[in-house]
């Protein structure tokens, strides 16, 4: 039977694709290795780097995220080498998975997954490693499936502090054109980044902003590695091409998303992200649930993951929201599955939306009978009304 009205694509990413967006990719495929091509590869290689917040190359794969967090260690690790990671979420630990198949050693800084990652904890670890076999730190901006920011630049601060010379590796998937990111500022060696969160676009692109240090270890880091070589990408880009067949009609999309968010403006991306998560959260309060982060300076702008009570299951309120209001969610992932329920605020995103989004959560609230208090769609309309003008504060 078919569903009337537009479906409401609400987890943190995949993101809705703007129409503008689905028009620019909806192209004739150009020959990549063309005369032409250059102008679209120029436009884009240096369009990211103005969203990464960097003058440093920005490689872009054709690829999802997982693959940029590959290249990201094939590119400067050696094999046993120490990673120093912290478990903040589901993501963080496939990220730690990943990177003991590649055959490295990582040590983990576990958490409850309710926060981001502790710099301190993070300083001492490096203290305590005084013959420096630690030859990375690797931290996710926006845990996806917690809904928990990591103070980034409080990172590099700390890894300064203890004196240590470890690489700093950034996840900031999901975190990039979404919550405020600054790769040159911050300190940051590779930040790996993926098309279909903040940017707005379908998956299929993956990103990698590298340092000079990071270029500077990859010419000696001895793991393999051929597809995901920077080296031979770097080369290529420097003249506007790529030394294999790029996702063309992806990058006509990318050059959209990067105007679409320079017109708005970054900093408005950012703030209107940060006010949306806080009216989702005045919902969450108004139903009398529980937000997964607990620590406030570390709430996440792009997505909200909210407990349910005991006895409820979200995986079956989510199906009501999918039933009832065509309405996807995001589900809890490994060790909160079915404790929690995740709502994407990110991407192409307006009050409307919003609202929108909140009355099928509170309707499903309903339908699969979770015990909760009514009102908290209109609890986050009365804090919109109240914000409509207000610059809310980027941190
Ligand atoms: C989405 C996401 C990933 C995985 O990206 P894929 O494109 O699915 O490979 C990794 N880390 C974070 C934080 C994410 O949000």
Known sequence: MRTAGRHFLQIPGPSPVPDRILRAIDMPVIDHRGPGFADLGH?????????????????IYPSSGTGAWEAALVNTMSPGDKLL????????????????????????????????????????????????????????????????????AAVRKAIDSAGHPALLL???????????????????????????????????????AVSEKAIEASSSAGLANSYWQWSDMIEANARGYFPYTPSTNLLFGLAEAIDMLEEEGLDNVFARHIRHAAATRTAVEAWGLEVQCQV???????????????????????????????????????????????????????????????????????HAEVPHQTGGVQAALEYLKTTRDAKAKVA
Not at 87 to 105: D, M, P, R, V, Y
Not at 174 to 203: C, N, T
Not at 303 to 330: E, F, K, M, Y
């Open 296 to 366: 406030a300076e570390e709430f996440s702008p792009v997505l909200t993951a909210v407990r349910v009570p005991d006895g409820s299951d979200a995986d079956q309120l989510r199906a009501a929201i999918l039933a009832h209001c065509d309405t996807s969610l995001g589900n809890g992932l490994s060790k909160i599955a079915g404790k929690v329920f995740r709502i994407g605020h990110l991407g192409d995103f307006n009050d409307v939306t919003l609202a929108g989004t909140l009355a099928a959560v509170e309707m499903g609230l309903h």
């Open 85 to 152: 990671m912290v478990e903040t979420g589901h993501f963080a630990s496939l990220w730690q998975a990943l990177a003991l198949k590649l055959g490295l050693q990582p040590e983990l800084i576990e958490t409850d997954w309710r926060r981001g990652a502790d710099p301190a904890l993070i300083e001492a670890s490096l203290r305590a490693d005084s013959k420096h076999e630690i030859k990375a730190v690797c931290v996710v901006h926006n845990e996806t499936s917690t809904g928990s920011t990591s103070r980034i």
């Open 170 to 208: 950034v996840d900031t998937i999901s975190g990039l054109a979404s919550a405020d990111f600054r790769f040159d500022e911050w300190g940051v060696d590779v930040a790996v980044s993926g098309s279909q969160k903040g940017l707005m676009l379908p998956p299929g692109l993956s990103f990698n």
């Open 43 to 59: 436009r884009v290689l240096q369009g990211i780097k103005r969203i990464f917040k960097t003058t440093q190359p920005v490689i």
